[in-house]
């Protein structure tokens, strides 16, 4: 008994998907506020050596702030004072205008700095001073977060499909909110980090539970509308984390506000349904009778027919004489998964680390953070709408492809075109940007159809793990380009094309059922839906099952 066969009866698109949408709405507009929110907490505004000391009552005393300046520290190529040296003593000669700077002996900031606080009233590197020899630690606290969620994707992957999926949920938003508010308290850098890394952890089971959870409501036919679709969520959150960081300046009070809707989200999860797919793959038949009829009153259809509960249960007898304490390494037991395996970590991989190494860096186009923030965020929207269109026509495997070696290209052109021609790299840069965005809502939809359900869990938190793996070197990859400017473009470019060529060697499910067992994967699958005649199919295949359980039955008898 397929659980397409139950969707058909009882609806597989109706008003109780969509109610499912919108419930697992709000967190996911909470996720790319927090795994993009270091462009805003860590920015890095400009500074300069804290000179204050220096004030002595003398002659010091006797200069404006402008002449302090000139006697105490250095000034760039563009006139505006260095940022981490300062003069060993001050230098009054430099007040005569034709005195000359060069080769003066200098010293790193020996009493602090000062920030400009015009765009940011607090930042990570201003509470801790994270600057200079200690800039790195920003970029550092980023990469701590992701660790958090490639850790915490193994772990919510094995709880997932151990204890379903709608408990973990709720454990995911009491951890992000607790570990969220803790960290806008953190009194220390490595408390916050600590911090961080738990959120990081709890959000991780958001992020799997919310797509699996749409994806096995719905039939077949509406799987890309709901992968889609629902993943605006994402894009209308990432937009309203750049004007979250315009309106809030302070680190602290940022933090907060991203993690408040979890809150909300909270309250809503006692109308989210367990995944009935799931209850059925795991024998728990009567609590799936009562999802099932939920969703068909929802739906405003009949209740299940008598005929259907019966063949519900028949089925669900043999599987339960299987082994249903399914781990991951029954992702690497026999060779159709390890092959799966091994093909969807490496595409997950190069996903991740190109879209986070666009996303990023939103400096270096001459616009402004806030902006380019949001222009990347809003290219995001034509970029799902588009991929939407072609998911179903060209198929889920040309798609993950053709936006991976798409986006490689847009990396590799900006390579070359001179920094002077900034408008130009910042079109090119945000087609790359929606690009990535378009193949990672492909990678979403694609990988849950790809896993069978008594292992999807486990298998979206290996990918998961190995997206996180990407994201975490993200932030380690752009602080190459003090070594070679175009070093972090190069390896990003390299990894985006690699993957693309990589996805080429997955098997297409555009119109395929769900694999439920480890053996759909295992044996070629025959059934493939019509998308001209998806019904009438759904019929043959329904009525071919029918006589042949009958033929298997009359030869038992005989």
Same mark, same amino acid.
């Given at each position: 008994?397929?659980?397409?066969?139950?969707?058909?009866?009882?609806?597989?698109?109706?008003?109780?998907?969509?109610?499912?949408?919108?419930?697992?709405?709000?967190?996911?507009?909470?996720?790319?506020?927090?795994?993009?929110?270091?462009?805003?907490?860590?920015?890095?505004?400009?500074?300069?050596?804290?000179?204050?000391?220096?004030?002595?009552?003398?002659?010091?005393?006797?200069?404006?702030?402008?002449?302090? %300046?000139?006697?105490?520290?250095?000034?760039?190529?563009?006139?505006?004072?260095?940022?981490?040296?300062?003069?060993?003593?001050?230098?009054?000669?430099?007040?005569?205008?034709?005195?000359?700077?060069?080769?003066?002996?200098?010293?790193?900031?020996?009493?602090?700095?000062?920030?400009?606080?015009?765009?940011?009233?607090?930042?990570?590197?201003?509470?801790?001073?994270?600057?200079?020899?200690?800039?790195?630690?920003?970029?550092?606290?980023?990469?701590?977060?992701?660790?958090?969620?490639?850790?915490?994707?193994?772990?919510?992957?094995?709880?997932?499909?151990?204890?379903?999926?709608?408990?973990?949920?709720?454990?995911?938003?009491?951890?992000?909110?607790?570990?969220?508010?803790?960290?806008?308290?953190?009194?220390?850098?490595?408390?916050?980090?600590?911090?961080?890394?738990?959120?990081?952890?709890?959000?991780?089971?958001?992020?799997?539970?919310?797509?699996?959870?749409?994806?096995?409501?719905?039939?077949?036919?509406?799987?890309?509308?709901?992968?889609?679709?629902?993943?605006?969520?994402?894009?209308?959150?990432?937009?309203?984390?750049?004007?979250?960081?315009?309106?809030?300046?302070?680190?602290?009070?940022?933090?907060?506000?991203?993690?408040?809707?979890?809150?909300?989200?909270?309250?809503?999860?006692?109308?989210?349904?367990?995944?009935?797919?799931?209850?059925?793959?795991?024998?728990?038949?009567?609590?799936?009778?009562?999802?099932?009829?939920?969703?068909?009153?929802?739906?405003?259809?009949?209740?299940?027919?008598?005929?259907?509960?019966?063949?519900?249960?028949?089925?669900?007898?043999?599987?339960?004489?299987?082994?249903?304490?399914?781990?991951?390494?029954?992702?690497?037991?026999?060779?159709?998964?390890?092959?799966?395996?091994? %093909?969807?970590?490496?595409?997950?991989?190069?996903?991740?680390?190109?879209?986070?190494?666009?996303?990023?860096?939103?400096?270096?186009?001459?616009?402004?953070?806030?902006?380019?923030?949001?222009?990347?965020?809003?290219?995001?929207?034509?970029?799902?709408?588009?991929?939407?269109?072609?998911?179903?026509?060209?198929?889920?495997?040309?798609?993950?492809?053709?936006?991976?070696?798409?986006?490689?290209?847009?990396?590799?052109?900006?390579?070359?075109?001179?920094?002077?021609?900034?408008?130009?790299?910042?079109?090119?840069?945000?087609?790359?940007?929606?690009?990535?965005?378009?193949?990672?809502?492909?990678?979403?939809?694609?990988?849950?159809?790809?896993?069978?359900?008594?292992?999807?869990?486990?298998?979206?938190?290996?990918?998961?793990?190995?997206?996180?793996?990407?994201?975490?070197?993200?932030?380690?990859?752009?602080?190459?380009?003090?070594?070679?400017?175009? %070093?972090?473009?190069?390896?990003?470019?390299?990894?985006?094309?690699?993957?693309?060529?990589?996805?080429?060697?997955?098997?297409?499910?555009?119109?395929?059922? %769900?694999?439920?067992?480890?053996?759909?994967?295992?044996?070629?699958?025959?059934?493939?839906?019509?998308?001209?005649?998806?019904?009438?199919?759904?019929?043959?295949?329904?009525?071919?099952?029918?006589?042949?359980?009958?033929?298997?039955?009359?030869?038992?008898?005989?």
């Amino acid at each position: 008994m397929k659980f397409e066969n139950i969707l058909e009866e009882i609806d597989g698109f109706g008003p109780f998907q969509i109610a499912l949408i919108i419930l697992l709405c709000t967190p996911r507009i909470v996720l790319p506020c927090h795994f993009l929110l270091n462009n805003f907490i860590a920015a890095l505004p400009p500074h300069r050596c804290d000179i204050s000391a220096l004030h002595d009552g003398g002659l010091f005393g006797n200069l404006t702030r402008e002449q302090r %300046l000139t006697v105490s520290v250095p000034l760039r190529e563009n006139g505006e004072p260095k940022s981490c040296e300062m003069f060993a003593e001050p230098q009054f000669q430099l007040l005569d205008d034709d005195s000359n700077a060069a080769d003066l002996p200098t010293v790193q900031c020996q009493n602090g700095w000062v920030y400009d606080n015009s765009s940011f009233t607090s930042t990570l590197a201003t509470e801790w001073d994270l600057v200079c020899d200690r800039k790195s630690l920003t970029k550092t606290t980023s990469t701590i977060f992701f660790f958090g969620v490639m850790i915490g994707a193994i772990v919510f992957g094995f709880l997932c499909d151990k204890y379903g999926r709608k408990n973990t949920l709720l454990a995911s938003y009491i951890m992000a909110i607790v570990f969220g508010f803790s960290s806008a308290f953190a009194n220390s850098f490595i408390l916050f980090a600590v911090l961080r890394f738990l959120t990081g952890f709890g959000l991780t089971g958001i992020s799997i539970n919310s797509i699996v959870l749409s994806i096995e409501w719905v039939d077949t036919s509406h799987r890309s509308f709901i992968g889609v679709i629902g993943s605006l969520a994402w894009s209308a959150g990432n937009m309203l984390l750049a004007g979250f960081a315009f309106l809030v300046n302070d680190w602290r009070t940022l933090i907060m506000t991203v993690t408040a809707p979890l809150g909300f989200a909270v309250l809503t999860w006692w109308w989210i349904p367990e995944s009935a797919r799931w209850l059925l793959a795991n024998g728990k038949v009567e609590q799936a009778q009562f999802y099932l009829e939920q969703c068909s009153k929802f739906n405003k259809r009949q209740k299940l027919s008598s005929k259907l509960k019966m063949e519900t249960q028949s089925s669900m007898k043999s599987l339960e004489k299987q082994e249903k304490n399914y781990t991951y390494l029954h992702l690497i037991k026999t060779p159709g998964m390890r092959r799966l395996t091994l %093909l969807t970590g490496i595409v997950w991989y190069g996903v991740a680390s190109t879209y986070y190494g666009i996303s990023l860096n939103i400096s270096g186009f001459g616009l402004d953070m806030y902006l380019t923030h949001f222009i990347y965020a809003a290219i995001e929207v034509p970029a799902k709408l588009m991929i939407y269109c072609f998911l179903n026509i060209i198929g889920r495997r040309k798609c993950q492809a053709g936006t991976l070696l798409l986006t490689g290209i847009c990396i590799a052109i900006n390579i070359f075109i001179p920094e002077g021609l900034w408008h130009l790299r910042a079109v090119v840069a945000i087609l790359g940007k929606g690009l990535s965005e378009a193949s990672f809502t492909t990678i979403f939809l694609y990988t849950t159809e790809l896993y069978p359900t008594v292992i999807r869990q486990n298998g979206l938190g290996y990918t998961n793990f190995m997206s996180r793996l990407g994201i975490s070197v993200a932030p380690l990859v752009l602080m190459l380009e003090d070594v070679w400017t175009v %070093l972090p473009q190069i390896i990003i470019c390299s990894v985006a094309i690699i993957s693309g060529l990589m996805s080429l060697l997955l098997p297409e499910t555009v119109n395929k059922r %769900l694999p439920e067992t480890i053996d759909d994967v295992e044996k070629p699958r025959r059934n493939d839906i019509s998308s001209h005649s998806v019904e009438s199919s759904g019929v043959l295949l329904e009525l071919k099952g029918t006589t042949e359980t009958k033929q298997c039955q009359d030869k038992q008898h005989n």
